[in-house]
T-cell receptor
């Protein structure tokens, strides 16, 4: 069964450093997403991406965050200058655009645990 | 008021028990509804979509009441492997794809 993959599984960084989290969505999917989950809290939407541009973003996704699809397979989330409060699990997800149905199942990757020291 | 509200539990039930989870959502414009399950420190996995007519998948039954803005999940004949956190998820009003998650209800099935 095809799945979303993410690397690294755990990233430790110093406050103020830049990090790039990588995702490989399911190959025939067209929509890509990033969510985060702070330890003990709920999953929160960050951004969605379609046709090489951001389609929606949340208030959390400020100027410190950016996303990119640098090639045909990878989808990345960059945090320019990490803060302590960025420590969280970051999940990538993808979905296949369905023309005939409004429902579009999002499949999540295993996540990258980001620890900012 | 929280956008998606769930009883956090924990629910501790014996194997074979029937357990029901409830969820309410605040915005009547939400269009799509789901139950996901999340194992400890793992990714959310879709359990089932929820339709107004109600739907069943094996031991799992989901119901949606749009008038009351209420979603339910019933698990029959619970198994040890059902132990997880169950997340009520709705699409954000005005968006077909942005998911809004509840905080989850923790279930432990005991032998």
């Amino acid at each position: 069964e095809p799945e979303v993959t993410q690397t690294p599984s755990h990233q430790v960084t110093q406050m103020g450093q830049e990090v790039i989290l990588r995702c490989v969505p399911i190959s025939n999917h067209l929509y890509f997403y990033w969510y985060r989950q702070i330890l003990g809290q709920k999953v929160e939407f960050l951004v969605s991406f379609y046709n090489n541009e951001i389609s929606e973003k949340s208030e959390i996704f400020d100027d410190q965050f950016s996303v990119e699809r640098p090639d045909g397979s990878n989808f990345t989330l960059k945090i320019r200058s990490t803060k302590l409060e960025d420590s969280a699990m970051y999940f990538c997800a993808s979905s296949e655009k369905q023309r005939t149905s409004g429902k579009d199942t999002q499949y999540f990757g295993p996540g990258t645990r980001l620890t900012v020291l | 008021r929280k956008e998606v509200e769930q009883d956090p539990g924990p629910f501790n039930v014996p194997e074979g028990a029937t357990v029901a989870f409830n969820c309410t959502y605040s915005n009547s414009a939400s269009q799509s509804f789901f139950w996901y399950r999340q194992d400890c420190r793992k990714e959310p996995k879709l359990l089932m979509s929820v339709y107004s007519s109600g739907n069943e998948d094996g031991r799992f039954t989901a119901q949606l009441n749009r008038a009351s803005q209420y979603i339910s999940l019933l698990i029959r004949d619970s198994k040890l492997s059902d132990s997880a956190t169950y997340l009520c998820v709705v699409t954000t009003p005005g968006s077909a794809r942005q998911l809004t998650f509840g905080s989850g209800t923790q279930l432990t099935v005991l032998p």
